[in-house]
């Protein structure tokens, strides 16, 4: 079993930045793709950015430039640095493991709340 820890999340004011964080530990088979999700109350949870085992990032379009996703070679680790929050980035921050469709693991999250 695989076992991923967020931290990081908490309460900033818009314009302010956090810094979210993610560990995997447990049976980790190879190096998997990892990532950061976030959901509302009542809607989907959708794809922040990701972070692929030989540096290759990807970011949603509704986060480029603001959202960016650090993860070392090689390690199991990845953190989220988030700027210029705005309200509308209020959700809980999810990692991701993924090593296919079906062998993939989620962390509880984090929340993050933004105030204006």
């Known amino acids: 079993q695989v076992q991923l820890v967020e931290s990081g999340g908490g309460l900033a004011q818009a314009g302010g930045s956090l810094r979210l964080s993610c560990v995997a530990s447990?049976?980790?088979?190879?190096?998997?793709?990892m990532g950061w999700y976030r959901q509302t109350p009542g809607k989907q949870r959708e794809l922040v950015a990701t972070a692929s085992r030989d540096g290759c990032h990807t970011y949603a379009d509704a986060v480029k430039g603001q959202f960016h996703i650090f993860r070392d070679p090689g390690k199991t680790a990845v953190e989220l640095q988030v700027d210029n929050l705005e309200p509308e980035d209020t959700a809980l921050y999810y990692c991701?493991?993924?090593?296919?469709?079906?062998?993939?693991?989620w962390g509880p999250g984090t929340q993050v709340t933004v105030s204006s």
């Open positions: 991701n493991a993924m090593w296919s469709e079906t062998e993939q693991f």
């Open positions: 447990g049976k980790l088979f190879g190096l998997p793709l």
